[in-house]
């Protein structure tokens, strides 16, 4: 009996220290993950890369003014080759 629960308490203990071992790592992870988390957001948000409104309507004229001198500019060429 005396033996069984010897045995029994190194079992315990064990099971503590690796409990232990792993609440410790599993802690580890979990900050490492955050900072990692973090790190991903950063780098989402340049700031080159959010527009406002007002920004995102320039561009989309120039981007139409642009559209508008190359087709113009084609059909120049176009009727001058054809002719």
């Known amino acids: ?22 609440e410790e790592k599993s802690k580890n992870l979990r900050a490492e993950n955050a900072k990692l988390a973090e790190a991903v957001n950063r780098g989402r948000q340049k700031p080159h890369q959010i527009l406002t409104h007002t920004q995102n309507t320039e ?25």
Request: some cysteine; overall charge positive; proline content about 0%.
């Open 59 to 83: 561009l989309w004229k120039s981007a139409a003014i642009w559209a508008t001198v190359l087709v113009a500019g084609y059909q120049l060429l176009k009727s001058k080759v054809g002719n």
């Open 1 to 22: 009996m005396k033996s069984d629960v010897k045995s029994m308490a190194k079992t315990c203990r064990s099971f503590q220290l690796k409990l232990k071992k792993s």
